[in-house]
Nanobody, 121 residues
Framework: QVHLVESGGGLVQPGGSLRLSCTAS?????????WAWYRQAPGKEREWVAR??????TDYAGQVKDRFTVSSDDSNTVYLQMDGLKPEDTAVYYC???????????????WGQGTQVTVSS
C-alpha cells in the first residue's frame, strides 16, 4: 500500500507565493520514477501542471512556466514552489507519483489526496 500525503495549500493574495509538498510512503521498498502535479478548478477538467523525472528533468504547462518550480529530494518528497500566483491558479492541486516497488518490473501511478489553493484578495 502506498500513501501520498500533500501539504502546503491555503489562501494567498494575488502575487503571493505558496509551496506545496507531497511525500510518498509505503511499508515496502520502492523507488520513484517520476513526479507530477495536476490541478482541478471548479467546473473544469483536471489539468497537468508540472513534472520532474527521476533524473531531475522538469517540464511545465505554459500557463505556469516561469512562475512555478517543481523539485524533489531523496526523502521521496516532491515540491511545487508557486510564485506570482494569480486568481486563475485557484484549484485543488494533486500530486502524482510513478513508483516502482523493488520486486516489480514497472512502476504505477499513485495520487495524493489533493490540497486546496485559493488565490484571492
Amino acid at each position: 500500500q502506498v500513501h501520498l500525503v500533500e501539504s502546503g495549500g491555503g489562501l494567498v493574495q494575488p502575487g503571493g507565493s505558496l509551496r506545496l509538498s507531497c511525500t510518498a510512503s509505503s511499508g515496502s521498498l520502492f523507488s520513484m520514477n517520476s513526479w507530477a502535479w495536476y490541478r482541478q478548478a471548479p467546473g473544469k477538467e483536471r489539468e497537468w501542471v508540472a513534472r520532474i523525472t527521476g533524473g531531475g528533468v522538469t517540464d511545465y504547462a505554459g500557463q505556469v512556466k516561469d512562475r512555478f518550480t517543481v523539485s524533489s529530494d531523496d526523502s521521496n518528497t516532491v515540491y511545487l514552489q508557486m510564485d506570482g500566483l494569480k486568481p486563475e491558479d485557484t484549484a485543488v492541486y494533486y500530486c502524482n507519483g510513478n513508483l516502482r516497488f523493488v520486486d516489480e518490473l514497472y512502476g504505477k501511478d499513485y495520487w495524493g489526496q489533493g490540497t486546496q489553493v485559493t488565490v484571492s484578495s
